[in-house]
């Protein structure tokens, strides 16, 4: 009787439609990820053993420059201390992060102009287009016209430079005795009475739905108010008192529930 000969297939696969499914999930995850966004001066955050994490939405960051750790500089401490803002809104909300930075730049203008008469600032339409698109800045009131003026290239050249006077929003230990805010704290108030005003008046919007009520609510809530959502980011060498000088100001605000961002301290960290 003879042998049966089984046939031999081929051992190749064909992998078409598992390259198909790669370049969909790729692209699940390319529109679904948020970046991390280009900040001005690297800062290594201090350790510790806390495991709550960072809100990605309707957070308010105040980053604080370390000293410089190149070596280039003869006095590194000079660019120590340097105050930028960034404000993250939530995508899914009827107030984005672009529309949330034009009312608070309107609010903070008006606030600094009311505060200097005599010197207000005036900015055009095309220049407040390009704040709404600035995630992180820092800088005075007084150069914001001229910053917000440059091309994307130049404007991040500049805040790059912390030997430039002009970068980082002006602070001091002012306690309001004169009546009238420094730059940091009229962003402060501005950040607040925006979020205070959304909440007043859109919140009952009746074009509004439950859950975009909902993100309104947490907007003022849970980000605003008494300072929630507010967090400083500082180098773990910054002294505590350039740190301490934000927080001072954060409480002269009356703004006093706000975080310190830190990095997971490791199991083989030492304790301090």
Same mark, same amino acid.
């Given at each position: 009787m003879g042998k049966v000969k089984i046939k031999r297939k081929s051992t190749l696969i064909d992998m078409t439609a598992m390259s198909d499914v790669t370049v969909?999930?790729?692209?699940?995850?390319?529109?679904?990820?948020?970046?991390?966004?280009? &900040?001005?001066? @690297?800062?290594?955050?201090?350790?510790?053993?806390?495991?709550?994490?960072?809100?990605? !939405?309707?957070?308010?960051?105040?980053?604080?420059?370390?000293? $410089?750790?190149?070596?280039k500089l003869e006095d590194p401490a000079t660019v120590e201390g340097k105050l930028f803002i960034s404000f993250t809104g939530d995508a899914d909300s009827v107030f984005s992060s672009e529309k949330i930075r034009g009312m608070m730049l309107d609010e903070a203008v008006a606030i600094y102009n009311e505060q200097h008469k005599n010197n207000p600032i005036a900015l055009n339409a095309a220049q407040k287009a390009a704040f709404r698109q600035t995630n992180m800045f820092g800088t005075s009131f007084a150069h914001l016209p001229?910053?917000?003026?440059?091309?994307?290239? &130049? =404007?991040?050249?500049?805040?790059? $430079?912390?030997?430039?006077?002009?970068?980082? @929003?002006?602070?001091?230990? !002012?306690?309001?005795?004169?009546?009238?805010?420094?730059?940091? #704290? @009229?962003?402060?108030?501005?950040?607040?009475?925006?979020? #205070? =005003?959304?909440?007043?008046?859109?919140?009952e919007d009746p074009s509004l739905t439950e859950e975009q009520r909902a993100n309104i609510s947490n907007l003022y809530t849970a980000l605003m108010r008494k300072g929630q959502g507010i967090a400083i980011k500082a180098d773990k060498d910054t002294p505590f008192t350039t740190v301490q000088l934000v927080f001072d100001n954060l409480q002269t605000m009356k703004l006093n529930k706000f975080s310190l961002m830190t990095a997971l301290k490791s199991e083989d960290e030492p304790t301090q």
């Open positions: 969909l999930l790729l692209t699940f995850f390319m529109l679904t990820s948020t970046f991390l966004q280009k &900040e001005p001066t @690297i800062v290594y955050t201090p350790s510790s053993v806390s495991e709550e994490k960072v809100p990605m !939405n309707n957070l308010v960051t105040v980053l604080v420059s370390s000293a $410089d750790k190149s070596g001229d910053l917000l003026s440059m091309s994307v290239t &130049e =404007r991040d050249k500049e805040q790059g $430079d912390l030997t430039n006077a002009a970068v980082g @929003i002006p602070i001091n230990d !002012n306690k309001n005795r004169d009546g009238r805010l420094n730059d940091f #704290q @009229i962003w402060l108030k501005a950040i607040y009475n925006v979020a #205070q =005003r959304i909440n007043n008046e859109q919140r």
